[in-house]
């Protein structure tokens, strides 16, 4: 079927085809966000991307490709304005737009477009990103100089070495300019060439003033991750996807390492990966609470944590 988008009109999986949704997910979301007394909750890790390009990201999920590795039906496959709208019923007051480029000669192009969209919509932290290229530390300026709130690196699409040279003068001006970068780093859903802990020990430990934010928990190394973050206090891990039943049934989080959490409690951040997950969003956040780290740590990790690291970007109290 069609479905209304932004830029025109865009071919969509038939309902059929696509995840069962509860009728009154958004007010079951709601409802834990009001049980906690928070206002909204603040979503660090959601895409939104040129149409072009998030009609190739769901043509590759669709076939449950190699750094997906099992079939993945895309729970949110409907036109831009109508993501927008389901984000926001869910309460989300601030997401992301996390773009990533797959090959050179991408970055600039990905960032103008993510800049012009955040300008449009107020309630989207702007986003940026880069590649290992010539120029990247000039756009990467540009990109912060225009207002870039956070920046994505995606180590196993793009499939670069985050210690590659050609990322130094990026990584510096990105530590002295203390933005925020999630990063998919980890070996999950399916290992890269250059994935894993030990890279980002060594980008570290040359850069060890980063703000990074470690998307999926750094899965399935979260020992590893969690050790890095309770070594550089600039380390974040997002919940994207980790802990949900999806997740669970390949890569479990350890039991054992629950408590690391509370440890962390102001490190933790709520992440979602919308539109491009193949279950409910509520999962997502009651995976988050089947963890029962308690109330504060709960309400750290759906808003506080991330309202404190981007501070005025975050929608007031």
Known sequence: MLVGHANGMSEVTPTADRVRLPSDEAAQVRALLDELGLPGMIDVHTHFMPRQVMDKVWAYFDQAGPLTGRPWPIAYRTGEQERLATLRSFGVERFTSL???????????????????????????SSATFYPEPGAVDYVREAIDAGAQVFKAHVQVGDYDPNDPLLDPVWELLQERRVP??????????????????????????????????AHMGLPDYGRFLDLAERY?????????????????????????????????????????????????????????????????????????????????????
Request: glycine share 8%.
């Open 181 to 214: 970068v999630v990063i998919h780093s980890g070996h999950g859903p399916a290992p890269g060439t250059f994935t894993g802990p030990a890279g980002m020990d060594r980008l570290l430990a040359r850069f060890p003033g980063l703000v990074l934010i470690i």
């Open 233 to 317: 206090p600039g380390v974040h891990l997002d919940t994207t996807m980790a802990f949900t039943r999806f997740t669970e049934q390949e890569s479990p989080f350890p039991v054992a390492e629950r408590s690391r959490l509370l440890q962390l409690a102001d490190r933790v951040l709520f992440g979602s990966d919308f539109p491009n997950i193949p279950y409910p969003f509520l999962e997502a956040v009651e995976a988050v609470r089947a963890l029962e780290l308690g109330d504060e740590w709960l309400r750290g990790v759906l808003r506080q944590n991330a309202h404190a690291l981007f501070g005025s970007a975050s929608a007031p109290e």
């Open 99 to 125: 773009v990533y480029p797959h090959k050179p000669g991408m970055a600039a192009w990905l960032n103008g477009w993510a800049r012009d969209f955040a300008a449009e919509t107020p309630d989207c932290l």
